[in-house]
């Protein structure tokens, strides 16, 4: 008879045991997807500082191509007017791959519902920061993106 009565405050104690731990697990998992909203990735620099984006007269006006700017996706786009654009393609919320939307003439990231003008700046949306702009050059047949120093 006493086993039996030695033996409840044991599983009372295990029960109370596990209970917290699944108290402490549900909190966990509540709090870290917000702590990772709240505190964005850290900007990965790029090991190189030019890139081939694409051939002249591979893009028609208004569309974009995303190509590889060292190891991570670049954005290249024909604005309506002719001109090139040349951004990073990572999101800076959560480091999604952003894309360029036609009809609304905006970077846009599908993650979250991001969007950033063609300068790489966020205009909605839960980016933190603006996409890293390259420069553009046309040489030759080539478009090549150059990553910009600022001193």
Same mark, same amino acid.
């Given at each position: 008879?006493?086993?039996?009565? @030695? !033996?409840?405050?044991?599983? *009372?104690? +295990?029960?109370?045991? +596990?209970?917290?731990? $699944? ?5 966990? !998992? +509540?709090? %870290?997807? /917000?702590? *990772? %909203? ?9 090991? $190189? &500082?030019?890139?081939? @984006? ?12 995303? +190509? ?5 996706? @670049? ?12 951004? $990073? ?10 894309? #360029? *939307? ?13 969007? #950033? ?6 205009? $909605? ?8 702009? %390259? ?5 030759? &047949?080539?478009?090549? @993106?150059? *990553? /910009?120093?600022?001193?």
């Amino acid at each position: 008879m006493q086993d039996t009565k @030695a !033996s409840a405050p044991d599983r *009372r104690r +295990f029960v109370e045991g +596990f209970l917290g731990a $699944s108290v402490l697990a549900s909190l966990a !998992s +509540f709090v %870290y997807p /917000v702590l *990772r %909203y709240l505190i964005p990735p850290p900007a990965a620099e790029l090991e $190189s &500082d030019l890139a081939l @984006a694409a051939r002249v007269g591979e893009l028609k006006p208004n569309t974009g191509k995303i +190509f590889r700017f060292g190891t991570r996706p @670049a954005l290249l786009i024909l604005e309506p007017d002719g001109k090139y654009a040349a951004l $990073s393609a990572v999101c800076t919320h959560l480091g999604c791959t952003v894309q #360029y *939307r036609p009809d609304l003439h905006n970077v846009w990231c599908a993650c979250h519902n991001g969007m #950033y003008d063609l300068n790489g700046r966020n205009i $909605s949306g839960p980016p933190p920061r603006p996409l890293q702009a %390259y420069e553009v050059i046309v040489k030759g &047949d080539g478009i090549y @993106a150059r *990553r /910009v120093h600022n001193t």
